[in-house]
């Protein structure tokens, strides 16, 4: 038997995305990728399948070097509003910072991190349609993020590294 992908049907379309939703939910990322990529292969340029196709990627982030930051970072650029891109890409290096702040790795490492999620999701507010706060709350859990460990954290290492002393 031959193993090839087979093509899901343009009618198809939208029950194929509610269950996208679904597997992200039940926090099967890998099964929503799988879907959204049947999706793109029927409508390359399907502006909820590449959203949700992002989401899946960075909800598998473990912070490991392996993490697919790059090909997650590619789809969001391909969403077609300024507001979504802005929104998703700041989502982005949100989810990579904490999954790495998660993975251990010392806080100071992630505030550039960090600092670029809220400078998209503070250019996302600048346009964002009326009544949409959402780049408004990813932004103050970034600042909360900072804010729950000790400034000494962000930048404890950093001073250590410049006087020379490489042990923390």
Request: hydrophobic letters at 35%; glycine letters at 4%.
């Amino acid at each position: 038997m031959e193993l090839k992908l087979k093509s899901i049907s343009p009618e198809g379309v939208d029950s194929a995305l509610s269950k996208v939703e679904l597997y992200r939910f039940l926090n099967e990322p890998e099964e929503a990728e799988s879907i959204c990529q049947d999706v793109l292969a029927v409508e390359p340029t399907h502006q909820l399948a590449l959203r949700q196709l992002g989401l899946a990627i960075t909800d598998q982030f473990t912070g490991n070097p392996s993490d697919r930051h790059s090909e997650a970072e590619g789809i969001f650029q391909q969403l077609t509003d300024r507001y979504e891109r802005l929104y998703y890409l700041g989502l982005l290096h949100e989810r990579r910072a904490k999954a790495q702040l998660r993975a251990g790795r010392p806080p100071h490492t992630l505030l550039v991190l960090l600092e670029e999620a809220m400078r998209c999701y503070d250019e996302a507010e600048r346009i964002r349609p009326t009544g949409n706060d959402e780049a408004i709350l990813r932004w103050n859990r970034c600042v909360r993020l900072i804010h729950q460990h000790a400034e000494s954290d962000w930048h404890r290492e950093v001073e250590l590294f410049e006087m020379g002393d490489s042990t923390p």
